[in-house]
């Protein structure tokens, strides 16, 4: 189903069903956190499968381990979400007690975002009960936080940051 992106601001319902949010802070791993609220997030924002990609394994640029310093240090972002031949954002899920401000989780993602293979205009870190976004040229200013209880009324915010149809090609904007 197609939507338009910044008309129409779901419901908690229709982005997730009947999820119990309290037996996501319960239970929960990061694996049922990608798959019951991320994915639906990201469909809903208007990616479609072909640019939302998973598990993307990618060689660090500088870091070797060992003494002889052949073997590569490898990292792996939950998601890159690609518009045309770009990446717009890198995405990390986290379980729901991991904080999605704390600066060791943020220096991950944006370790991700920043990467020759990738860089992307944004990174983020959803862990099913908070979700925070940064730019990747200001790696620790969060420019939207909220609780996923709240998501309705940062809708808005969110698809003019991250939805499929907000970035334009072959050229750079800076919202503020």
């Known amino acids: ?10 419901t908690k319902q229709q ?13 929960f791993k990061e694996d049922s956190v990608r798959e019951t609220i991320i994915l639906p997030l990201l469909l809903r924002l208007g990616y479609k499968q072909e640019n ?3 598990s993307k394994t990618l060689k660090h640029p500088f870091l070797k381990i060992g003494s002889n310093k052949k073997i590569s240090v490898r ?11 770009n990446y ?12 999605v401000n704390s600066d060791d989780n943020i220096g991950q993602v944006y370790l991700y975002a920043a990467h020759p293979e990738v860089r992307s ?5 959803y862990n099913g009960a908070q979700f925070s976004l940064f730019r990747t040229s200001g790696a620790n200013i ?15 915010k969110l698809a003019m940051y991250l939805s499929s149809s ?3 090609i072959g050229k750079n904007f800076t919202t503020i």
């Not at 717009?88 to 904080?99: R, Y």
């Open 121 to 125: 205009t944004y990174f983020a870190l």
């Open 88 to 99: 717009a954002c890198a995405l990390d899920a986290k379980v729901p007690t991991q904080s």
């Open 142 to 156: 969060t420019i939207l936080f909220f609780n996923v209880e709240d998501i309705e009324g940062y809708w808005g």
């Open 75 to 85: 990292l792996v972002p939950d998601y890159l979400l690609k518009v045309e031949k």
């Open 15 to 27: 982005l997730f069903g009947q999820l119990d949010f309290k037996r996501v802070a319960n239970s």
């Open 166 to 168: 907000s970035f334009h």
């Open 52 to 54: 939302i990609i998973h």
């Open 1 to 10: 189903m197609e939507y338009n992106i910044t008309e129409i601001s779901p």
